[in-house]
């Protein structure tokens, strides 16, 4: 597949920031504020990933300073209540951590974020140590592909194979994401799987078949 990303490694940020389970409540938060994300992986030893500290993890500090913990004990987990009485990172973050691999690709790590309401996941090598950092804005970054490398992509990796008897009769034209394809076409079967190829193409945000273009099947 050309140069389009498909995999977490292909859009990541490779430099992380992390802090150590004794991380005090108030550094995490600056260096939240300084490299503006909204969580950090926990690190231990050579940097293996025990954990994520968020901004979720941190409001219960704030939620229940006027308040008495008794009052919440039924309604609230016990946890958010510990939380708010952490002072370092080991004491508030969410363990274990909700990682995904490099190699896992973006509709994988779209799927994890989606899935357990996480919009940053770190990640990890085999043995489980930080690589870097994938957030939902990243997966996003398909999208800035332009029209043209999508319309190449489309046209050498799909429209190629599919008809290689009919090179050049089957046009592709790309406009903001939508490709929309125009060709005569024979076998019908052939339009529902070039639709989903061409969806599986980075960067595509739909794709159309113009209906004047495909043959009707003929009458038996």
Do not use: Y
């Amino acid at each position: 597949m050309l140069n389009s990303p498909h995999t977490v490694s292909d859009v990541m940020t490779h430099t992380a920031v992390a802090v150590g389970p004794q991380a005090p409540f108030k550094d995490i938060i600056a260096l939240m504020d300084q490299w503006k994300v909204s969580a950090l992986p926990v690190l231990e030893g050579e940097g293996r990933v025990i954990g994520l500290v968020s901004e979720a993890d941190l409001l219960p500090k704030e939620e229940f300073r006027d308040s008495d913990p008794d009052r919440f004990t039924q309604m609230r987990r016990l946890t958010d209540l510990a939380k708010a009485g952490g002072l370092a990172a080991s004491d508030v973050m969410t363990a274990p951590a909700v990682t995904v691999h490099p190699d896992a690709t973006l509709a994988q790590a779209a799927r994890i974020m989606a899935q357990r309401k996480v919009k940053r996941l770190p990640v990890v090598n085999a043995e489980g140590l930080l690589e870097g950092v994938v957030s939902r804005a990243d997966l996003l970054k398909v999208f800035l592909r332009t029209d043209d490398d999508i319309a190449e992509e489309v046209g050498q990796e799909v429209v190629a194979p599919l008809f290689p008897s009919s090179s050049g009769a089957i046009q592709v034209e790309v406009s903001d994401g939508l490709v929309t394809l125009r060709g005569r076409v024979k076998d019908t079967s052939l339009v529902p799987v070039t639709a989903r190829l061409v969806r599986a193409v980075e960067g595509v945000v739909d794709v159309r078949w113009d209906p004047t273009d495909v043959e009707a099947p003929a009458e038996r």
